[in-house]
């Protein structure tokens, strides 16, 4: 994981949640931890981490993640044992 990686991951864990991560950064990021990323239909996308599953969108038409995703994000990571 490089330093942009470690940037959203501690901005995922950030209060007052962001609306401003790009969608793009948060796939990168759970990427270079090793999960997996399979699409779905339409915007859907499975991500997979060793047991742990979740189904998200991908944003559109812009490319920021709203905040009720981003704490999803985090509910993902914190099940999978992350945490900045």
Do not use: C, Q, Y
Request: proline share 6%.
């Amino acid at each position: 994981m490089n330093a942009k990686h470690r940037r959203v991951l501690v901005t995922i864990f950030t209060d007052p949640v962001s609306g401003s991560i790009k969608w793009r950064e948060i796939e990168a990021m759970l990427v270079a931890m090793g999960a997996g990323i399979s699409e779905g239909s339409g915007s859907r996308i499975l991500v997979v981490m060793g047991k742990n599953r979740a189904v998200f969108h991908r944003p559109h038409p812009k490319p920021d993640t709203d905040k009720g995703a981003v704490k999803a994000v985090r509910r993902f990571l914190i099940n999978a044992g992350i945490r900045p």
